[in-house]
């Protein structure tokens, strides 16, 4: 039950220091979507930052992008989406739920509870009223948001919100190729939102109906794949254990053969211990070997295009290998100036969800402890992703203490995200803080007149050390590793 309470806990304070609050709240909330406050925005954004750090900014194999959510429905088309993104979903006859089917849970008893005529589902109960095996025919349920653009009736046009950041990148291949000196192997990175009409929606920020992917899409040369997967696997498990994630809550779940996504020929997951019921590993990310599946069916969506069905005619009697032939003339071939020879190169793909990550972060930095008779609870981010650096305190608003920590506040605050603060005891400014996740308080007592220096307290170990306050920077800049 532990971790049960660890949940509602993180919730909890979540929502008490302006980490994340429901959103539209103040009209009674919208499920499932949630709006990040003045301390989420920020742990937000340095995990963004720390993705966009170790996935594009130190590597010379991977530029960035940043595609419109709204693209042409062919886009759509073409890579399945329009036609397969869907849940199988069955809907019970008692309280009309309906429920994705591969999340029914067995009904005690199993196939012998449900009444006659439920199909496969008679020994599955429904999670919300209860009724075991009372359910409609399995049907597909499409994940798609529709949207329409245009003012006129007639030539409006409806368009899908994109249910994955990674067709952008696709459709954007020939353009970075043309534009900048990348040379297969190299992939394609970006961050940005995704939107999915997710049947059932999942404690707090892990599934949502709006989230943010970041997702790398990393060309190589057929043949070369497995060992591009490999490389890809390691480097993102290692991102997580970097950035403080404990070792025991992280694992890889490879797929099976027959939960592989139609385009993907290999897939592992990373998976993270939430504290959901007495724990479970779900989810983080998901590293897929995509083949050449999505540049392929681009080249056929724009050859099927009008332009092309003009020019060539009836897709149908074009042979095989002629198509083939034409793949390899086509935009998005790829011609190899070494080997000389051309190819549709295969895609490695992490795909990582920050709201998913901000989730899992915050429950491996929480802890609480038993200080002095009083529970301390704390945050324990890594510097580079805690909100606030440093909290920047006068012990009293007396004998020019205030002047003298603003003007440090200001100092450090083009550097590290600081926060000024003299109100309240000292004990409680800290506890704040330790709450928040800052790594760093400091203050400017009565002393510091004389010795121009100030008390730094470190937020783990609680350790306080005399700085002097001419290096006070130096030493954050060191101890952050920032
Ligand atoms: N382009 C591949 C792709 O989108 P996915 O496994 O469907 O693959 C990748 O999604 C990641 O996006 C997941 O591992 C998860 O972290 C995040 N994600 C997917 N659906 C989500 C949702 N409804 N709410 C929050 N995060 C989600």
């Not at 532990?2 to 709240?25: N, P, W, Y």
């Not at 194999?61 to 979903?89: E, N, Q, Y």
């Not at 920020?205 to 497995?226: K, V, Y």
């Not at 989730?359 to 609870?377: H, M």
């Amino acid at each position: 039950m532990a971790k049960l309470t660890k949940m509602d806990d993180i919730v909890s304070l979540c929502k008490r220091r302006g980490f994340i609050f429901q959103s539209s709240e103040i009209y009674g909330g919208l499920a499932s979507c949630y709006d990040y406050g003045p301390l989420g925005v920020e742990l937000k954004n340095n995990i963004k930052k720390a993705w966009w750090k170790s996935v594009v900014q130190m590597r010379d194999d991977v530029v960035g992008l940043d595609c419109s959510i709204l693209m042409h429905p062919l886009v759509w088309k073409a890579s399945g989406h329009a036609d397969h993104f869907s849940d199988l979903v069955a809907e019970c006859r008692k309280c009309n739920t309906r429920t994705r089917v591969d999340q029914l849970k067995d009904a005690p008893g199993g196939a012998a509870a449900g009444p006659a005529g439920a199909g496969d589902l008679g020994g599955k109960v429904c999670p919300s009223c209860g009724t075991a095996g009372n359910f409609t025919q399995p049907m597909p349920f499409k994940l798609m948001f529709e949207t329409s653009m245009g003012a006129n009736r007639e030539d409006a046009m409806t368009l899908y919100l994109r249910p994955e950041t990674a067709q952008g990148i696709f459709a954007n291949f020939r353009n970075v190729l043309d534009t900048t000196r990348v040379k297969i192997p190299f992939g394609i990175a970006q961050i940005g939102k995704s939107f999915r009409n997710e049947v059932t929606t999942k404690a707090f920020i892990f599934r949502t109906r709006e989230f943010e992917q970041a997702e790398l899409e990393f060309f190589c040369e057929p043949g070369t794949d497995e060992n591009w997967f490999g490389h890809w696997k390691e480097q993102r498990f290692n991102w997580y254990l970097d950035l403080g994630i404990k070792k025991e809550n992280l694992r890889f779940r490879e797929h099976e053969k027959d939960e592989l996504a139609h385009y993907a020929k290999g897939c592992a997951d990373i998976e993270y211990l939430f504290p959901f019921g007495s724990g479970d590993w779900q989810e983080l990310e998901g590293i897929a070997n995509r083949t050449d599946y999505d540049l392929r069916q681009h080249q056929r969506g724009i050859r099927t295009s009008n332009s092309w069905q003009e020019s060539k005619g009836d897709l149908s009697k074009v042979t095989l290998r002629e198509e083939e032939a034409d793949y390899m003339k086509g935009p998005l071939s790829y011609y190899d100036e070494e080997k000389k020879g051309r190819y549709i190169p295969y895609v490695i793909e992490p795909s990582a969800g920050i709201d998913r990550s901000t989730l899992a972060f915050l429950v491996d930095a929480y802890d609480e402890e038993e200080v002095r008779g009083e529970t301390r609870n704390v945050l324990r981010f890594s510097p580079a992703l805690a909100p606030v650096k440093a909290g920047i305190f006068p012990l009293t608003n007396k004998e020019g203490m205030p002047q003298t920590a603003r003007n440090l506040y200001n100092s450090l605050r083009g550097r590290f995200n600081c926060f000024y603060d003299e109100k309240g005891a000292i004990g409680r400014r800290y506890r704040r803080q330790d709450e928040a996740g800052t790594p760093f308080c400091i203050t400017v007592d009565g002393q510091t007149a004389q010795d121009q220096a100030v008390t730094v307290r470190e937020r783990d170990s609680m350790v306080q050390t005399r700085v002097a306050l001419d290096q006070v920077k130096n030493y954050l800049s060191e101890k952050l590793g920032l």
